[in-house]
Each structure stands twice: as C-alpha cells, then as structure tokens.
C-alpha cells in the first residue's frame, strides 16, 4: 500500500506560480511511475503530467507543456509540479498518483491516489 499526500495549492493570480508537492509513504516509490491529474465537476479527470521512477522520463499534456514541470526526489519519496504562467482554466483539483503504469495518461492504470489539492487561478 502506497499514501500520497499532497501539498501546494492555493490561490493565485493568472501568470502566476504555485508548486505542487506529493509526498509518498513507501520506499519503494522510485519503483513507481508518478503522475498529476486534475478534474473539475462536470467533467472527466484530465491527466496533466507524469514521470517514470527508473529513468525519470517526463510526459505532459500540451495543455500545459511549456509552462509546467514535473519532478521527483526519490531520496525524499517525493513528487513535485512546478506550475508557471497559471491560466484560469488551470484551476482545478489537482492529483497525485502512482502505480505500475503501462498508458501514461490513463488515470485507471494508477493504483494509488493522493486526496487532492485545490488550485485556483484568478483572472
């Protein structure tokens, strides 16, 4: 069993930053591909950004590649979304999660999920 707990968000003004933070319990978490999704009511959870625990490849959504950037400290079991120039339809509950993921970007192939925390971007 693998706990996410996430950190970071909160309100921002449009352009600007907010850094997001997931902190997994188990250690063997560089094992795991880590991933951010985020979902607004009404809609369906959008995957945002992921990275591999072996060779730390990335991959994002071209909805916010170039402006965000994801990374991991798999001494600190830790996670991170690097978030610039925030756009209001950023705002959203954003999503850690983890598992042994074969579909980067669809969010059934993650086993593990943190509770999520609100982003909200201001115009």
């Known amino acids: 069993q693998v706990q996410l707990v996430e950190s970071g968000g909160g309100l921002v003004q449009a352009g600007g930053s907010l850094r997001l933070s997931c902190a997994a319990s188990r250690r063997t978490f560089s094992n795991y591909v880590m991933g951010w999704f985020r979902h607004v009511p009404g809609k369906e959870r959008e995957f945002v950004a992921a990275i591999r625990g072996s060779s730390s490849s990335t991959y994002y959504a071209d909805s916010v590649k170039g402006r965000f950037t994801i990374s991991r400290d798999n001494a600190r079991n830790t996670m991170y979304l690097q978030m610039n120039s925030l756009k209001p339809e950023d705002t959203a509950v954003y999503y850690c999660?983890?598992?042994?993921?074969?579909?980067?970007?669809?969010?059934?192939?993650?086993?593990?999920w943190g509770q999520g925390t609100q982003v909200t971007v201001s115009s």
């Open positions: 999660a983890a598992g042994r993921v074969a579909f980067i970007g669809t969010a059934r192939e993650y086993e593990y």
